[in-house]
């Protein structure tokens, strides 16, 4: 009796925590001799709002280019991997064995790793000897086909919407991939199709909006439908404000008021209630970098996503697109990071306090970065005293500060990369003297370093003048 009162916990557990299935594992191996001795992380995304990364697990090759990993998967999840210039992607199910074939290794110089607007190649993970129904196998030879006839009929369906040979096209897709028994492959399919629909009249069309999302319930793992609700739903704040039957919907923004706006959806958008919270979640994500709307209004919705209406999962990812607006933002605390001088002095922030802390993200091996560590040196002079310099370089240097640049060097094992999305060298921060960001980013020593600290202390020399001349107050 104990027993089946335990199982029926955990079943109501799963239940309520919106898991839709009990995972298992997925076991990956295969031989990429160019890769030997090279780590690569395979991921996939909390939401497709965010794009918040969750790690799987970490491919690692041997000296002879084999691995093997195993991990744990509760449903069908796009994975993907990003190295040498690649976004490698594969749909991984639960139970399943897939023995991987990684695309040929390529080279890439330090300029290229360092261009913050290279964009990757995006390929797919070949699979050796696959069975003929495999997920990732039907949605390739399936994209094959939708890619030829995208391009065969592009203007016509693109740039003259010919609602007619839309629908011929998606009858001849129809016609070579019949319906099967993977609900995945046919929602995938389902979506796809959508796409073609969606340029005829980008989503206004009568019941289009019915056909794919309102009465549908939302594909979270699936690509082609994030795709298509990212097209419909961008900016959807911005589309409804500029209708002029929708004062209100301004009113509801302005004055924070997220009930209003989930009820609006749901009773007058006719938007079921998994729907209207993932469409919230989007817009308030591009409305906070809107004009048009208050980011403290933004904001207080986001603190506003809580139970019982919204689920763990929903509020979960508010919490974490409501944390990559405000990363890095003025006013915020600098994320902690651990800093060791070049004489093994652990550095810290708490280390200067009611001083003006200047974070600055350098290579001395690189000749720009070298230019800017010289203007550093004038900067520096200007304001000794009122300015600490911690300069962070790239802690396999070996540098020695031989040319006697200004301020602190130090090296650190956290991801300073990721954590202060540092793309290219260099990039600064400064710190107030409340230990909070300043400016994020400051500008470098060449453009504009000297002028930015020169307003600032003015400033504060104008505040301490109002402070002495100000009469007490009783």
Known sequence: MKKRISLLLITLLFAFSGQKSWSAQVKISG???????QSIDLNIYHDFISEDEIKLGTIKFN?????????ELAETNLAFADFDGYHGMIYLEP????????????????????????????????????????????IGKFEEAYSIYENKYFDQIFANRNASLVDTVKQKLDQEFPKTSSIFFEAHKTFRKADLEFALHQGKGAGFMEAYFSKTKPEYNLAAYSNLFNQVFMNYFNNLVNNPKSQKIRNFIDSSNLVKLDDYFQKELHFNKELSHLVLLKSLKDGYYNKEFSKASILKMFGQIKSPEWSRYEQETAQIIRKSLTWLTRGTNPPAINLTSLSGKKVNFSDYPNTYIY???????????????????????????????????????????????????????SNYKEIYKVKTYPISFLIGKDGKLLLSPAPNPIDGLDRQMGQILKSDYFREQQKKNSPAVK
């Open 31 to 37: 031989k990429a001799l160019d890769y030997a001795n």
């Open 63 to 71: 000296s002879s280019g084999e691995f093997n990993l195993t991990i």
């Open 95 to 138: 139970g399943k064995y897939y023995k991987i074939i990684f695309p040929p290794k390529r080279i890439q110089t330090d300029a290229q790793k360092r261009n913050p607007f290279a964009k990757p190649e995006f390929v797919w993970f070949g699979i050796s000897n696959p069975e003929k129904d495999e997920l990732n196998v039907r």
């Open 359 to 413: 974070l600055h993200f350098t290579d001395p091996k690189n000749s720009i970065c070298r230019q800017h560590l010289d203007v550093l040196k004038t900067v520096a002079s200007h304001y000794t005293g009122k300015l600490v310099i911690i300069n962070i370089i790239p802690e396999s240097s070996g540098f020695k500060n031989e040319s006697e640049w200004p301020g602190i060097f130090a090296t650190t094992n």
